[in-house]
Structure formats: structure tokens, C-alpha cells
């Protein structure tokens, strides 16, 4: 239970500002499951009656394995008698009986609690709790403890652990004497220690109650001079508060014949064993590696400089690299929370680090891949401080800069003056002006265009037409040219035409042109026909070369490769696929069916494998209209050399030419999600 008053009704009290920040920073810790089991319970700001109730209530209700932990952060009050009274929100200092929690009450509830762990932490103000004007009839030294003397709990252990152990009056008349104000930095020292883990002296991944105050003395002492925390611990056993993200990890030694190896008096042996044991090293299992890497350090420092200096190499793949080295806030306005991340890299025993902060107004919490920094400054002015990150393998400062400014006040907008009331225009009549005559607006200039672009359609127009010449030349009429297989040509020729106009179009020019040409001539590079079409099919080469030299000189795009950009480009894939299980099935029949065959059986492999690659290549070429362009090349190239490769077929009933029939429906499905793809994108645009 955490209890704090900050807030108060009578004047005569001064109003805390610590109380409410630190409650809620210690309950944000209790409540993290990563360090402690507590159920944290908050009480702000209420009177004398609601906090005596809910104290009650907490010892009283507690079994007898329960730890229970009461946190008082308010003004420690001291009666004529000389009791001690915790100041709640309706405290009058004159009737600190009827209006204060008396120090005895928590006493007697904490007698009859059954829990046999109870621990009380009490950060109270002691001096300077009253304003000036309040007349306090008592004065000398009361010590804190004394309000909560040991025994009488049968049995049961208990721990008081105050932030100071004196409450110090010394009033003359009406005036303070005493007017020194002690920062209140026992709370922040509990957070900061519960929370980053330096409260772990032995470093066992416990936070135990003695280890816990250790640590609040030694950081309170540091802060301030001034205030002396004291404790009073009457306890069997040793007390676990919180878990610790400082448990030392202890070395795993290395095995006995990768220990003989790294001692070896061969040093190609030696330099062996650095090689097994940076790769240990990299290990998940932190003990393997930190056994790794003390072997490499003994080796780094007494072998011979050639197998030192390979040691010295493998070990600082372990080393501890936090990424940035500095952080830069620049200006941050005052009241603000800036934030940043420290970022750990490296293997496993170069993450397992702690971090700790220079000073208390740098916050760090750890997260899972570094820490998250940041700022708890009202101080105007420059500021610097340091994170130092420590690991098993070594430390990284990051240095933390910036400057707190005022916020700027916005400018106040000047009031429009009144506009004096218009004079009174004279009309005049001027003779009718003629109508100037128009000239005709420059025109713009046109984009320049590459003649690696002019080379490159100037060739798919040549191949197109000589494509045109041979296949009419070689028949002597259309029944020849049907039959002998010129017809296969015409689409040859219309994606070769298509190609030269996309390179000479002026939207198209850039991507699609190159996109097609290039896909097209991937696939007609395979040999096949006589020379003649071998001839056409180098001219589809030159021009897909001089595209992509276009491409390279484009200095507005960079081809590049990446994941399938959607749905389509998985769809091509797929008919690939199919398309290349076709004619792997159609090679097949055909080498069954004749050993004469296998040189045609070949083709149908070739190009199976060409037509699978580019696919794939096209669906994960960058951008996507180049890869678009080039599926459409594909498909268009695919189909040519599947109709041609129709030829192939014998007329046997054992050769059923079901393969080719897949494998054509195959380009033709994927011509179709080609153009699906770029009508989508065309939308897109």
C-alpha cells in the first residue's frame, strides 16, 4: 500500500510536490509482474479517517504468508508529547490527535497483523513542515524509530526503513529557524533500484530487504549529505522483495578438447579452436558464450600476435554496441517528455545488458531490443548526462545532450485599423482601344529523347520486318503458309511491332517498351528454325540490350528486385508452373516415344526452364510497370514458342500432345493476368 499527501487543507501546512510523482512511479513498479508480485494499492490525498481505515484494513485482512509492504510519503508531524503523526489532507497541526494518523496506530495494526513479513518504508518530511506563523510549542529531536520499537510480534518479522531518522524542530516565536530544504530522494532512489536492479548487490537475480537498503543508504548519502536513512529490522531469514534483471550469468566452461586445442602448441590448431569458439560465442545459451569468450580473451592477451590478433578479431563480434552512441535532444520545452531508444546489435551476450543512468532526472527502461530514455527536467539551460551500458562482455557510454527552454508565447495578432472610407473615383470616358493581337505561346520543349531508345525500337521494327519478308518468301501460297508453319510468325511479328511503338510513345518509352522487348527477347534467344528466324530473333536481342542501356541512363528510376507485389505476380508464378510441368510431360512423350525425338525433347525442357525463370524474374522486378511489361514480353514469347514448338509432334496416337495443350493454356492464362495487372495499375495511376 502505497500512501501519499502532498495536498493540504490547512494553510499552516506547506504543500509537498514529490508525494503524488513518486507514488505513482513506485506503483508503476510494484505492479510490474516482471519484478515483483505486490497488489499495489494507492491512497492520495485523503483524510486522517479513510487512510486509518484502509491501513487497518490491509494488516488485518493478511494471511499469514503474505508480504505486506506500507509506503508513507506525507509530512511526519510531532506532538507536545512527543509522538510521532503522519499529516493526512484534513490535518490541523493544534489537533494531531483527531486528525492525523498516529504513528502508534500503525504500530498496534502491524502487532495484530498474521503475516509474518511486513516491511515499512516511510519518506517523510520532518523539517520545515509548517509555514510561517504556526507556533509549535515543542522542539529537540525525536528519533523515528522509537515510534515503532521491536518485539511483542510473536514471532513474526518485521522492518521499519525510514529516509531520515530525526524530526528536527527549532522554532523561535512565530519564525522558522531551521528553513533548509532536503529533496526529498529516497522514493526515487527505491524506484530507481527496484526498477533498473542495481539494488541486486550479489547480482542472484533477487532483491533481498537488506540488499535493498544497502542500496537506499548508499544512493540517499550521495544525493544528499544531509539525510541519513535508518532501519530497524527485526527478521528470520533473509527477506525477497523483487526480482533483478542484474542476475549474474555464470561462464559455462569450454570442453576439455576445445580447451586442449586453444593451448595447443600447434598454432594452426590454436587458430582452429578461435574459429569454434567465435562461433559459441554467437550462441543463444548465454553461459556456452561467455565461457567462449573468456578463452578468446586469454588467448587475445598471451598467445602469439598471429593468433592474438585473430582472437581479438572473434571477440569483438561479442562486444557490447549500442546504437546511437549520442543522443541529441536539441531544444525541449520545459513541462515536456521527450523520449528516445537506445538499440542493442550484435549476438545474444552483446544484448544481455543493463543500463544505468548518470544522473536521476534520466529515466531508462529497459524493452526488448535496448532501452527507452527520457527526460524529468524543469530547470531551464543546458543539460548532459550519460547511459552506461553494461554487458557481460564490456560497457558503451551513450551521451544524452539537449537544452530545456521556455515554451514560446504566442504573438498576439494585431487588430486590423479601420480602413479609411473610399474617395469618390472620377469617371472618365476613354476612346475604344483596339483589340491587341495574340501571339502564339511558345510551345514546350519537348523531353529529350535517348537514342539508345531510337536504337533499340529501330531494331524490333527491323526484326518485324524481316520477319514479314522471309515468311511470305519461304510460301508459295497461303495453303503452304498455313501449313508449314508460318503462321506462327504473325505473333511474333505483332509483339515486335508492339514493342518498337512503346519505345517511341512517349508514356510508354520509359517502362513498358524496355519491360516488353526485354521479355520477349528472353524467350526467343532459345535456338530454333532455320537461320533466317535466328537472325530475327538477334535482332530482338540488339534491341532489348539498347533498352536496357536506355533503362540504365534513366537517372529517374532504378531497376531493383524485391518480394511478389501482389496477388498477380503470385498468379503468374503459378501458371509458370503449370506451364513448365506441361512441357516437361510433353518432353517426356516425346523421348519415349523415339530416342530420335530426344533433340526435340531438349527444346521443350529449355524452354520449359526459360519461360519459369522469367517469370519469376518479371514478378520481382522493381518497378512495378517494368515488371508488368516484362510478364507481358514473357507471356507473349511463351506463346510464340509453344505454337512452333506444335511442329514437334508426331502424328502417332502414342504421342497424345496433352502436355503442349497444358502448357499452352498455361501462357495464355498468364497473358491474361499479365494485362489484368497492368489495366490495375493503370487504374491505380
Known sequence: MIIANGEYDNPGLSSLRSPAADAEALAEVLADRNI???DVQVVRDETAHVIASRV????ADSAADDVLLVHFSCHGLKSESGELFFAARNTRPERLASSAVPADFVQRCMRMSRSRSIVLLLDCCYGGAFSQGVAVRSSGEVNVLDAFPGGGFGGRGRAVITASNSIEYAFEGDHLADEHARPSVFTSALVDGLRTGDADRDEDGWIALSELYDYLFDSVRERNPNQTPSRDIEMQGELYLARSRRRRIKPSPVPADLRAASEDSNMFTRLGAVTELQRRLTSENLPVAIGAHEVLTTMAQNDIQHIAEAAELARREGR???EPGGVRFGEVVRGSRPTARIRLDGPPIARACRFAASHSWLRVTEVADGAEISLDLVELGAFEGRITVTGPTGEAVVRVEGQIVEEPKPKPIPAPEPSPPPEPVPVLVLPPVPEPVRQAEPAAPRTKVDPFTRVAGGFAITAAIYLVVIAFTLSSNVEDFFEDGGWTVIPLIALALGGAAAMFASKTRRMVGPGSLCGLALLMAIPFGSAVYVLADGCLL????????AVRRDR???LGLGKPRD????????LALVATTGLAIQAGELIDYSSSRADEGAIYLMVSVVLLLATVLGALLRPAGFGIAFLGGV???GTVMVCVLSYALPSSSRVTGAGWGIALGAVLALAAVTGFAAFRKQGKA
Open 36 to 38: 515483483s508480485e505486490f
Open 635 to 637: 507471356a507473349g514469347g
Open 56 to 59: 487497518e484494513d490491509l494488516f
Open 556 to 558: 529517374s528510376f532504378r
Open 320 to 322: 557490447v554496441r549500442a
Open 542 to 549: 540488339i534491341a532489348a540490350v539498347c533498352a536496357l542501356v
Open 567 to 574: 496477388r498477380f505476380a503470385v498468379a503468374a508464378v503459378v
